[in-house]
């Protein structure tokens, strides 16, 4: 019978070897459990390091899109931000202005109300948002737009979010309102941009967001990703718009600790072989 020994120094149970499990297309119980010689233990070295390159460029790219798409130029097919309290894909895209609702309880003293925006071949037209309790008074300021700045991507009282760099941003419009003389207009393209703003809130009470909503494609269906071949310019036909209370939607960044741990996995086998090549 061969006699089976796994690569000096390497343990199978290491973190970064689960990750490679996870995200490697490999064999590793039958590249750890391969005869010992010389030559099968420096394949095996090569193949590894290899391996773990690999998991990490993987892992690096997995993390990225989980919230969920890296920062492009331009942005490639990215799905929105986690964490909405509302998200109208699979719902139908309303043609003329259309009133939506979602509840939310209050879990802090203060609550970000944003909303994360794609469309990629059109624009979408939000205006009228108010955010209330117990039939009480807007908390929400310039939620109709009206305080404008006209053509600024950040309408007063709000905060403008685009860490996917998306394109054709939204921006406050003196065309298209719900009431009024403004609305705010998105046509972010393969990605999300948003608006937040901050409100006072009571932990344990509910609260009603309210809005209302206009689109200016031909599109049919929300959908959070383009489905049509088109994943990079405004032939897609990504369309959607979700609502976060607490959340802010932006994107996050692999851990470093978890880097770490893959890179300190590569620098191992790296040492085992220049011993083994001694």
């Known amino acids: ?6 690569v000096p120094g390497v343990s199978s149970s290491a973190p970064w070897m689960t990750a490679i499990n996870a995200c490697a297309p490999i064999n590793l119980a039958r590249i750890l459990g391969s005869p010992v010689t010389r030559e099968a233990t420096m394949t095996r070295i090569e193949v590894l390091r290899s391996a773990l390159l690999g998991v990490l460029a993987c892992f690096v790219a997995d993390q990225a899109f989980a919230n969920p798409c890296p920062p492009g130029n331009p942005p490639t097919n990215c799905a929105p931000p986690t964490g909405a309290i509302l998200d109208l894909a699979g719902t139908p895209v309303p043609h003329q202005y259309t009133q939506y609702d979602v509840n939310f309880i209050a879990t802090s003293t203060t609550t970000n109300i944003s909303f994360a925006f794609r469309e990629d071949p059109s624009f979408l ?4 948002v108010s955010v209330a ?3 009480g008074p807007n908390l929400l300021v310039n939620g109709g737009f009206e305080s404008g700045p006209e053509g ?9 979010l685009n860490s996917f760099g998306a394109t054709f941003g939204g921006e406050v419009e003196g065309s ?5 003389n403004n609305a705010y207009a998105d046509g ?22 309210t809005f209302w909503l206009n689109d200016h494609s031909s599109l049919t269906t929300f959908r959070q990703l383009s489905d049509n071949g088109d994943v990079t310019g405004i032939g897609g036909n990504g369309i959607d718009l979700l609502v976060y209370a607490g959340a802010v939607p932006t994107v996050t960044t692999p851990e ?4 770490l741990l893959l890179g300190t ?6 040492l085992s072989r220049r011993r083994k090549s001694r």
């Open 188 to 209: 972010a393209v393969q990605a999300y941009d948003g608006i937040t703003q901050a409100i006072a809130t009571t932990p344990g009470s509910v609260y009603t967001i």
């Open 125 to 128: 037209f939000l205006d009228d």
């Open 152 to 160: 600024s991507p950040e309408p007063q009282g709000w905060t403008y």
């Open 133 to 135: 309790t117990g039939g």
């Open 1 to 6: 019978m061969a006699n089976w020994d796994p």
């Open 265 to 270: 996995g590569i620098a191992a086998i790296g």
């Open 176 to 180: 298209d309102p719900h009431s009024g």
């Open 256 to 259: 470093p600790a978890t880097l």
